[in-house]
T-cell receptor, first 116, second 117 residues
Framework: GDSVTQMEGPVTLSEEAFLTINCTYT??????LFWYVQYPGEGLQLLLKATKADDKGSNKGFEATYRKETTSFHLEKGSVQVSDSAVYFCALSAPGKGAGSYQLTFGKGTKLSVIP | ETGVTQTPRHLVMGMTNKKSLKCEQH?????MYWYKQSAKKPLELMFV???????ENNSVPSRFSPECPNSSHLFLHLHTLQPEDSALYLCASSQVRSHRGPHNEQFFGPGTRLTVL
């Protein structure tokens, strides 16, 4: 079945450091790929997405490129801020069992803490 | 109200209680989802409703009973829960267009933090 593997956390960085969170996936067909972020006490928010190979999703200084050849969708940011402290989830979307249904398969999440 | 709302935000219940979680989406979407998020496991999809019909039930115990009366509302009825059911329950919605179209993102509510004593 489909699966998403992302790097284990927690990750602790100093402010303005470079961030990479690795994500690889296994899926049949051509899934769409997403990064979601969860701030403390809140639900998940979509951070960025890519729907086909070589697409680059970007938002709030974060970027990720859909690499079909390596089945990867690594999240990067050039300079993190304290406000980026959150849990980050990589996910893929593929057809579900029911007609017209889609399922998101999530990675386990990576907790990022940014210290001043 | 905008986006996806969930009530209550926090719920404490005994194992013999019956309670319901409510989710409402204000986005005009046609699919809604229940997820369970617990401390030691990845996000688990529980139920999916497309056009008000349940299309997925990922082997969820019968003590969880979903209800989708219309495309904007989704309920999760709870009865005789166990302490291990304590978790954050997240509702999401999305617009499903076609098998061949882009797979649209899901929009999440803030969740209900459930504690079963």
């Amino acid at each position: 079945g489909d699966s998403v593997t992302q790097m284990e956390g927690p990750v602790t960085l100093s402010e303005e450091a470079f961030l990479t969170i690795n994500c690889t996936y296994t899926a049949t067909g051509y899934p769409s790929l997403f990064w979601y972020v969860q701030y403390p006490g809140e639900g998940l928010q979509l951070l960025l997405k890519a729907t086909k190979a070589d697409d680059k999703g970007s938002n709030k200084g974060f970027e990720a490129t859909y690499r079909k050849e390596t089945t990867s969708f690594h999240l990067e940011k050039g300079s993190v801020q304290v406000s980026d402290s959150a849990v980050y989830f990589c996910a893929l979307s593929a057809p579900g069992k029911g007609a017209g249904s889609y399922q998101l398969t999530f990675g386990k999440g990576t907790k990022l803490s940014v210290i001043p | 109200e905008t986006g996806v709302t969930q009530t209550p935000r926090h719920l404490v219940m005994g194992m013999t209680n019956k309670k319901s979680l409510k989710c409402e989406q204000h986005l005009g979407h046609n699919a809604m989802y229940w997820y369970k998020q617990s401390a030691k496991k990845p996000l688990e999809l529980m139920f999916v409703y497309n056009f008000k019909e349940q299309t997925e039930n990922n082997s969820v115990p019968s003590r969880f009973s979903p209800e989708c009366p219309n495309s904007s509302h989704l309920f999760l009825h709870l009865h005789t829960l166990q302490p291990e059911d304590s978790a954050l329950y997240l509702c999401a919605s999305s617009q499903v267009r076609s098998h061949r179209g882009p797979h649209n993102e899901q929009f999440f509510g803030p969740g209900t933090r459930l504690t079963v004593l």
